[in-house]
Structure formats: structure tokens, C-alpha cells
């Protein structure tokens, strides 16, 4: 319970208090902290003491913490730094959650714990809302990487475990695997198939630890955040989005407390890539070239991507743009004259020998143009300071044989530094792509972090299809940014 006669103790008195608390808090003592607060902010301003006892677990500022002060709902710490930036951060797990710039020291937190107010600059009063969503959602992050057989998992709540696997494909999934290339694949099939995957890469002692903190997850009442690394080829390119456990019933990459992400090795540092101020830029291309067996129906397309986006349309937090005339020339000046934080692809694609190929609009004949993986990657070399998100709606447009070397057009985008592409790894119907974008977009315009945003979108291609739809495992998401909060 919360002792309120905190409020009338001497200073001393609340300097005591607040070293107990705060050693608590070093200790993991989570159930403790919870309703103990009171006394805090008479005395968080003793930046010596904050210092030394914060500097361990509240890494990430590059200057001394000037001040601290708990949201009413004791469930996020927020501090102020000399380097003019705020953070707060998640206090089951230890993750800074969000990051805000120019703060000039005073900090205070509204009574629902849902807005910051700090003041910048020239002691102006900035509002600052750090996503309701993201809010709402804890995360506990479990990172899976596979290099030469051997199994790495990790937890954000330090724990780890390690085991050996054959990187050979099994034989019997080797058609399955042709089945799903060539779209002959059934429900049954398809759960075979994953439980098969699930079996392979998730032996026993793995299998063990990621249902562990599973349910240290469920108990917290947060997300897991499963992060797959995977450096072996036989492995990587195979759509591990249908991973499915069999005791459970599900599939992991479609459930809805589970985050399932692809991550590579990249040189390339992970950065805020959203510098810029006003409203997000969106732009949407739609290629439909004459000799394309499926035509598009242009105004349809655009009338599901305004919809799934009404809400930031409606309050101009997101300007839409729509290009489809989409040649090669066209697509590039639009994206240097427009800076879009956000691209939509919807088109056609293939895969062949190695390469992911899109098919634009050639400005004479208006038929096909090919446009190869490397040579689209290279339309966004100079667009690592705005741009955030491509998203890809063609078919096999997220398919590599070797995804670590960069082979096809996802993982090329990725290797330009683009933080987040979603692309389909197979042939995907139509109507399962616009049940993806539909609730993609819905869910990203409610605040939800890019990788939450797939996992709700591929949920939903099961659960609104009319029939049970293995598609859903058809979107892959590639991240860079560690908790999906790429626009800020």
C-alpha cells in the first residue's frame, strides 16, 4: 500500500526513503517499488547521488543525469540528461523505450501516465505523447542467432542458453518447401511443415528456454519480442514464418503476443531516422504495366491504403502521396523531391537465379521494365536520414537464397541502411495482400511499432480470411531498429 505519511517527513527523512527505493530498483525488487513513491521528488535532484547509483542501468545518456521522476503508475522511470535529451525507460525490463531531444532539465508526468511535459529551449512548455500503444505494451526481448549450427538465445532479462543442429535441410521438407514456391501448399501441410521447422531449430534446451520466457512474459503482461539472426543459408532462406508448435496450437509468426522479426549482420549502424519536423511522408507507387497477366485496379488500391489510413489523414500526421505512372525516372524524382519517411510497392515481382526483380513501367511502350534487386536498392542511397520504411505488396519480392550476402530485394534495401522492409518471400494472392496492408497501416496509424504492426497484419489474414489461409506466413519483415519505433 502507499504510505502517505511520507509527505510530511524532513528532508533527511525522504533522502532515505528515496537511497532505499532506489537500491531496490538495482536489485530487480519490482513488486516493491510498486506504490512506494511518494517521497521521490522532493530530493531527485541530487545529481551526485542519481549518478552513482543509476549510471550502470540507465545507459544510453551522454552527459550526466541531471534529473529523475517515476510515472504515477510506477511502471517507467524518465530521466533528464545535461546532453538535452529525456528518456524513458521500462523498469521490468531495463530498455529505454522512447528518446526525446532539446529537454532543458524540468520534467513532470501527467496523473494517467500517458504524457510528458518538459521544457526546451527557451523554457517553452513542450507536451510530449511517446506513442499511446507503446504505452500499453511491455516487451521482453529474446535474441535467436545461428551461426555454423550453433544456437544462441538471450534474453533482455540476461539469461541465455546455446545448442548444436544440423544445418542440412531434412528431406522430407525439401518438397514441402517446392510446394510453398509454387503455391500448391494445404493447411495441413503447412502446420507439418512448421512443426517440422519448430523441431529442427528449436531443439529441446532451446525449446525449453523460449517457454520460459514466455512465461515470465505472459506473468508481466507483456509481448515477446523474438528476434531471429540467422547466418547459415540452408536455414535463412527458408520462410520461418511458418514455425508452429504443435502442444500450443499456433503459429508463432501470426501470434498475437509474440513480436517475430528477421534481423542481419549489417555494418551499417542502427539509427533515428526520422529527422526531420511535421507530418510523416508516405508515398505509394503502384506499377501496373499493360502486359501483366494480373492488371491492378489503381483506384482500388488507393482507396484501401486511404482508408486503413483515415485517422492520421484526418488530424495531417501523415501526407499521402500516390505515383502511379511508375517508370524508373518517375520513381526517383519523386523520392528526392518528395523525401518520403515511408514507401509502398505495389506491383509485380519475381525471383530468378539469385536476383528479386520489380516490374516498373517503361516510359515508351508502358510494358514491363525489369528493375533488379541491386539497381532498386541503389534508388535510396542518399535517403538514410528520412526514410524509415519500404514496404514491398509484390510476390517474392522477400525471397534470398542468401540473404546474408545481400541476395534479393529485401535484404539489399536493408543493406542500403533502410531500418525496417516487409516483403513477401512467395506468390501472394491479392486479396491476402490487401488484408495485410488494410491492418498493417491501421495498426501503424494507432501508434504501434513497425514490427507489431506485421505481427497484428499477418494475425489478421487468418482470422478474416474465409478459409484457413497459409498465406499469412507469407509477409517477412527484415528490422534494424531494436523496438520497432522507427518514427518518433
Known sequence: MRDNSSKNCDKNEVEKQNESMLFQFLQGSIDELQGCTEGITES?????????????????????????????????????????????????????????NECNKAI?????????????????????????????HNYIDLDFHIANGHITVSSSLGSSDNAEISIDIPKQYRLMLQLIRENKMSWDLSKEFGQGLYSWIFPIEIHGFL????????????????????????IANLPLEYLYRKKKGDFIAANPNIVLSRYLNVPLEPSYVRRQKGPLKMLTIIADPIDQNTRLDTEEWKDLIRKALFEPLNNKSIYLDFLDEASQGKVINSINKNYPNIIQFIGHGVYRNGKGYLAFVDEKTNKTRLIDDESFANFYMA????????????????????????????????????????????????????????????????GNPVDLAAQFARNAILTKSTTNNYEFATPVIYMRDKNGNIFQ
Not at 513532470?108 to 500499453?136: C, F, R, T
Not at 512465461?215 to 540452408?234: F, G, P, V
Not at 517474392?396 to 522492409?421: K, N, T
Request: proline share 3%; net charge negative; with cysteine.
Open 108 to 136: 513532470e508526468w501527467s496523473p494517467d501516465s500517458k504524457m510528458v511535459a518538459y521544457s526546451y529551449q527557451d523554457n517553452k512548455i513542450k507536451l510530449w505523447i511517446p506513442g499511446s500503444i507503446e504505452m500499453s
Open 383 to 446: 535517403s538514410r536520414d528520412y526514410l524509415g520504411l519500404i514496404s514491398l505488396a509484390t510476390c517474392e519480392s522477400g525471397r534470398s537464397d542468401d540473404p546474408q550476402s545481400f541476395m534479393g530485394i529485401a535484404p539489399r534495401l536493408v543493406q542500403r541502411g533502410i531500418p525496417a522492409v516487409i516483403a513477401m518471400q512467395s506468390n501472394i494472392h491479392t486479396e491476402t495482400a490487401k488484408i495485410f496492408l488494410k491492418e498493417f497501416y491501421g495498426s501503424i496509424s494507432k
Open 211 to 234: 517457454e520460459k520466457i514466455e512465461a515470465l512474459a505472459n506473468d508481466r503482461k507483456a509481448k515477446l519480442r523474438l528476434r531471429l539472426c540467422i547466418e547459415d543459408n540452408s
Open 44 to 100: 531527485n535532484n541530487d545529481t551526485d547521488f542519481i549518478n552513482t547509483v543509476f549510471q550502470d542501468i540507465l545507459s544510453g545518456h551522454k552527459a550526466t543525469i541531471q534529473r529523475i521522476a517515476w510515472s504515477p503508475d510506477s511502471r517507467r522511470l524518465i530521466s533528464a540528461s545535461e546532453d538535452g535529451t529525456i528518456r524513458i525507460w521500462n523498469i521490468e525490463t531495463r530498455e529505454c523505450i522512447f528518446e526525446g
